[in-house]
């Protein structure tokens, strides 16, 4: 029979070989770089939001102006935009407006002194060059609210292709660049990743001294939508 010493002795020979074994390969030299690219474009989709903000003594009276005021909001811009447009409830509420001058004074409880109502729409239309004359709209039908104004392109998928293959240009240049000063040549690429940003234009310039104007129009000046791409690439150097 063997010796119990032996067989430790055996066990452990086994695990070294087999450590042996699963030994990772040594990684081959390589050039990491970081490509960054950009693509602009001009917008295709504008997204407003419109609120109708009503207030009055009771909720009820509250409710009722408000309904009757955004619905007039509503059919005045379904009359205005196409058929490829979309026009949704973003938002309602209904909050009791407090007096607090009974619980500074007192143990009081503020007492409420009215009730504002507030309907929220979202507008998407693709027809970017008329958003000013939709703002007026929307405002002279009884929007008395005008927000998160935005422009976008709709379909971004060829924006994105043009701004990854200028990253791609940029990577493979840098590569090149450091593998000739270093006196070896770029090989296969081992790895690479990606990531995208979309980079909304600056914020639509207003003039509304111009838009309180007799028949004047809301000037919206929106200017390109810009993707960047950034892409990291390992390249192996021959």
């Not at 002194?113 to 039908?141: C, F, H, M, P, S």
Request: glycine share 6%.
């Amino acid at each position: 029979m063997k010796s119990f010493a032996h067989m430790i002795a055996l066990a452990t020979s086994m695990t070294l070989i087999a450590a042996v074994g699963v030994a990772e390969p040594i990684a081959p030299p390589s050039i990491a770089v970081t490509g960054q690219g950009e693509h602009s474009a001009p917008p295709t989709l504008a997204v407003v939001g419109f609120a109708v903000e009503t207030a009055a003594p009771t909720a009820g009276q509250a409710m009722d102006e408000n309904a009757r005021k955004s619905q007039a909001v509503s059919d005045a811009i379904k009359a205005a935009i196409g058929d490829k447009d979309r026009l949704s409830t973003a938002g309602f509420g209904l909050d009791p407006v407090y007096d607090h001058r009974q619980e500074r004074t007192g143990n009081q409880p503020p007492a409420i002194t009215g009730y504002i109502a507030r309907n929220e729409v979202r507008v998407e239309t693709l027809n970017t060059k008329d958003v000013g004359q939709l703002i007026d709209l929307a405002t002279k039908a009884g929007a008395n609210r005008v927000s998160g104004l935005h422009f976008t392109i709709e379909d971004q998928r060829e924006a994105r292709d043009r701004a990854l293959e200028k990253a791609a240009e940029d990577a493979k240049r840098q590569a090149n660049t450091i593998a000739s000063s270093l006196g070896v040549r770029v090989g296969k690429v081992l790895a690479a990743t990606t990531s995208l940003a979309s980079q909304p234009p600056p914020m639509p310039f207003f003039r509304a001294a111009m838009a309180m104007e007799a028949q004047a129009t809301t000037p919206i000046e929106p200017g390109d939508v810009r993707i960047e791409a950034t892409l990291h690439v390992t390249f192996a150097i021959d």
